[in-house]
């Protein structure tokens, strides 16, 4: 079964490090390109960062130089490193498959979240 | 960074009924790079349409995405009951990617 599962969600301190993992079933992280999306509660979506199947990676403007996107191909697994933890940081963290072809791109399989809450 | 502005942010329908979504960017987006998404309460979103007229696998055809520029629609021919949640327009045309804030489509 083609899917994904997130891990590592919790509550943390301000401050704080939290890894997230997203471990994939049915296909090839390496050969895909990976995003991480989130939405805080109650809120909207907002995209957080991707990682192309070359390595190369993107992230927004609220989480650069803080967060790092990563994978490990042998565990085909996806990854989200999160320091400097913000309040505004906490929401529900989807991991999503991106498909780009055909002269389109779009998520086209997401996971089931995790929720990440910052608070003191 | 493109702003996505969709409207109304709360529409009340009744089941049976065509509801009209709209999605207004900032700046012009290509079609190739516009997509819907549907997301249940507590549950992850869903792709619908993409590159602005397709539809998705397994998306039933009373889903229709149309548009270009910078004004897109998401229409829903004859709403089920199943349709009242809320819809999410993405663009992919310039980074950062962005997401419009949301439609909630409500029971009259």
């Known amino acids: 079964e083609v899917q994904l599962v997130e891990t590592g969600g919790g509550l943390i301190q301000p401050g704080g490090s939290l890894r997230l993992s997203c471990a994939a079933s049915g296909f090839s992280v390496s050969s895909s390109y990976m995003s991480w999306v989130r939405q805080a509660p109650g809120k909207g979506l907002e995209w957080v960062s991707v990682?192309?199947?070359?390595?190369?990676?993107y992230y927004a403007d609220s989480v650069k130089g803080r967060f790092t996107i990563s994978r490990d191909n042998s565990k085909n697994t996806l990854f989200l490193q999160m320091n400097s933890l913000r309040a505004e940081d906490t929401a529900v963290y989807y991991c999503a498959r991106d498909f780009y072809g055909s002269g389109s791109y779009y998520h086209d399989l997401w996971g089931q979240g995790t929720l990440v809450s910052v608070s003191s | 960074e493109i702003v996505l502005t969709q409207s109304p942010g709360t529409l009340s329908l009744s089941p049976g009924e065509r509801a009209t979504l709209s999605c207004r960017a900032s700046?012009?987006?290509?079609?190739?790079?516009l997509a819907w998404y549907q997301q249940k309460p507590g549950q992850a979103p869903r792709l619908l349409i993409y590159?602005?007229?397709s539809r998705a696998t397994g998306i039933p055809d009373r889903f229709s995405g149309s548009g270009s520029g910078t004004d897109f629609t998401l229409t829903i021919s004859r709403l089920e009951p199943e349709d009242f949640v809320v819809y999410y327009c993405q663009q992919f045309g310039s980074s950062p990617w962005t997401f419009g804030h949301g439609t909630r489509v409500e029971i009259k």
């Open positions: 700046q012009s987006v290509s079609s190739k790079y």
């Open positions: 990682i192309y199947s070359g390595g190369v990676t």
């Open positions: 590159g602005a007229f």
